[in-house]
């Protein structure tokens, strides 16, 4: 299978019959301007000198790759090796993003930031970077989410930024992508609005992609230099699916290597008790993007759910849908259960407590260590620490902190 993976997407901002702009008129010239200035950017050695510069100096990379030897001498199966992400400043994989769209925003003389947030992870990312870079930033976020997440809050608060409730439909993260879209539709003259994942219309997908490229590349590296040889298999979470094509793009052309993405399984798969797209989605439109989609048979989204908040969203990136199409990246879940059972599982074995997001990936790097032979060698994507997750862990798992 040949992929062609530098042209993707193509100029309209599709990945196979998966990706697009399904956006209202008023948005289009926004978006003409933002993808005519990444097309320039991103072949600009001043922008990728001042975005790299960013990541190391302020974000604290490059992160290492950990050789897991506790966990795999337990297991007794391949040997794991984790990079860290959840190293990074903020604690997980998204400021690579948030640092090079505001960057960005910066050239285009934007002089304001809005964004949406869920848990509130990726609007504590994008308020600690525009106080960094001297940007005006407001966070659109459910009122529901507000209310569980209040530590994100008053952090974003802390970082100068306004953090706007959403009180529309159920009050939570597609809600707040809805005001944040309306917000932009009204103010993008001065405003660029930072989208969180992989997800939404062209040309988000690929930007968002581009922005954690670093992470595969960096790995690629690591693993010559420090291994002698490159893994044979990947494995990432996968949400909208920013860290897990940030992880997996740099390998998409050694077919030798397996990529395995790992969405949430939640509760079981049946409709409303999960957010396994692949395995229980079908291609429909949402919120600017045709992709893999969470409906019922009249097309309306069904209630998502997952453990952990990052994984918790209807539609899958498109790239995601397409390398799925192509055979090239397979996708499995784990659920609830099995995630939290990995949370305790590394927190153990390494004294590295991960993020309930990543855990779906080490539930999955697990489960496939234990069927292969001692010299292969695995490598688990760790988005995220898991310092914001300990509290609603050991609720979940009936414990008390
Ligand atoms: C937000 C988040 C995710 C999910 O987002 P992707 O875009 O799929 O990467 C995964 N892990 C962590 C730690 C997160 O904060």
Known sequence: MNIDKENLPDSRGYFGEFGGMYVPETLMAALTELIEAYRIARKDDAFINEFRKELNEYAGRPTRLYYAKSLTETLGGAQIYLKREDLLHTGAHKINNVLGQAILAKRLGKTRIIAETGAGQHGVATAT??????????????????????????????????????????????????????????????????????????????????????????????????????????????????????????????????????????????????????????????????????????GQIDPTHSVSAGLDYAAIGPEHAYYEKLGRVEYAYATDDEALNAFKSLSKAEGIIPALESSHGLAYTIRRAKELSADKLICCNLSGRGDKDVQEAARVMGETV
């Not at 529901?144 to 953090?163: F, H, I, S, T, W």
């Not at 990529?259 to 692949?278: C, F, K, Y």
């Open 129 to 298: 970077v525009c106080a960094r870079l001297g940007l005006e930033c407001v966070i659109y976020m459910g009122e529901e989410d507000m209310r569980r997440q209040a530590p994100n809050v008053y952090r974003m608060r802390l970082c100068g930024a306004k953090v706007e409730a959403v009180t529309s439909g159920q009050r939570t993260l597609k809600d707040a992508v809805n005001e944040a879209m309306r917000d932009w539709v009204a103010s993008s003259r001065h405003t660029h609005y930072i989208l969180g994942s992989a997800l939404g219309c062209h040309p988000f997908p690929m930007m968002v992609r581009d922005f954690h490229r670093v992470i595969g590349e960096e790995a690629h590296k690591q693993f010559i230099d420090q291994v002698g040889r490159l893994p044979d298999e990947m494995v990432a979470c996968v949400g909208g699916g920013s860290n897990a094509i940030g992880f997996f793009f740099e390998f998409l052309d050694k077919p030798e290597i397996r990529l395995v993405g790992v969405e949430a399984g939640g509760r079981e798969i049946t409709q409303g008790n999960h957010a396994a797209r692949i395995a229980g989605g079908r291609l429909g439109i949402l919120q600017g993007c045709k992709t893999v989609i969470l409906q019922d048979e009249h």
